[in-house]
């Protein structure tokens, strides 16, 4: 169980719309903003704030909050922003709601200015569990509207990536979100690739690792014969 879901809404208003979410599952949300004085302020109720991404080539922010145990009835999600940003949400099951993360979220920014395509590392990561689910979220601060963002691991060992949602339009706000599972916990290294048709821009990079249920406890049950 991983992967479920994800929606994306880069209209300007803010808010983002999800449907048919399951109760007890798990909910990353993203923001992207051209300029660095485009701050989130606040998130939707039962979101938390895991950290943000500032360029220090052209000011390009990435945002990012989860909200470990959905309560099913999610819709429209709002965000206070002093800018406009553009948002993505992605759902995973049968993760770990009480201790939801397999290690430490890694922040990466790439403040050297180049053009496509672009590549961005993130650290050495070593998962607490197997049966994790990584989850990247990218952002790309350039105006070209083809922009197309993939993921690879480039030590270690995990399953295939595929990017679920993108951004690709002319206002300087682009991201994606991709994720895969690793099965057994091990170092690894993984790296967003963003390839467009433009002027440089500035990239930035959060990882995810969001816990099993199942690589927790081992329960093991004891029955009595009588005779």
């Given amino acids: 169980m991983a992967y479920v879901n994800s ?11 999800v449907s048919g979410v399951t109760a007890g599952n798990t909910l990353l949300l993203m923001a992207v903003s051209d300029s660095g004085s485009s701050s989130v302020s606040a998130w ?4 938390t704030d895991i950290g943000q991404v500032t360029s220090t080539v052209d000011g390009g922010r990435l945002h990012a909050a989860i909200k470990e145990s959905a ?10 922003a002093s800018g406009t940003v553009y948002i993505m949400c992605a759902e995973f099951s049968g993760r770990d709601t009480a201790s939801i993360y397999a290690f430490t979220t890694n922040l990466k920014e790439s403040s050297t200015s180049t053009g496509s395509p672009r590549t961005i590392d993130s650290d050495s990561l070593t998962p607490s569990n197997g049966d994790t689910d990584i989850v990247a ?7 070209g509207n083809n922009v ?4 690879s691991t480039t030590a270690g060992t995990t399953g295939s990536w595929t990017t679920h949602q993108q951004f690709s339009n002319s206002n300087f706000r682009q991201g994606a ?3 895969c599972t690793q099965a057994s916990a091990g170092a690894f290294t993984a790296r967003a690739t ?8 500035g990239q930035g990079l959060i990882l995810v690792g969001l816990k099993s249920a199942s690589s927790g406890t081992t329960t093991f049950l004891m029955g009595q014969i009588c005779v």
């Fill in 177 to 179: 979100v991709a994720s």
């Fill in 44 to 47: 939707p109720s039962g979101f």
């Fill in 7 to 17: 929606w994306k809404d880069e209209t300007g208003s803010n808010s983002i719309t």
């Fill in 71 to 80: 309560g099913g009835s999610e819709g429209a999600l709002s965000i206070t």
């Fill in 137 to 143: 979220l990218v952002m790309l601060d350039d105006g």
């Fill in 194 to 201: 963003c390839t467009w048709t433009g002027a440089n821009g």
């Fill in 148 to 151: 197309t963002t993939t993921m």
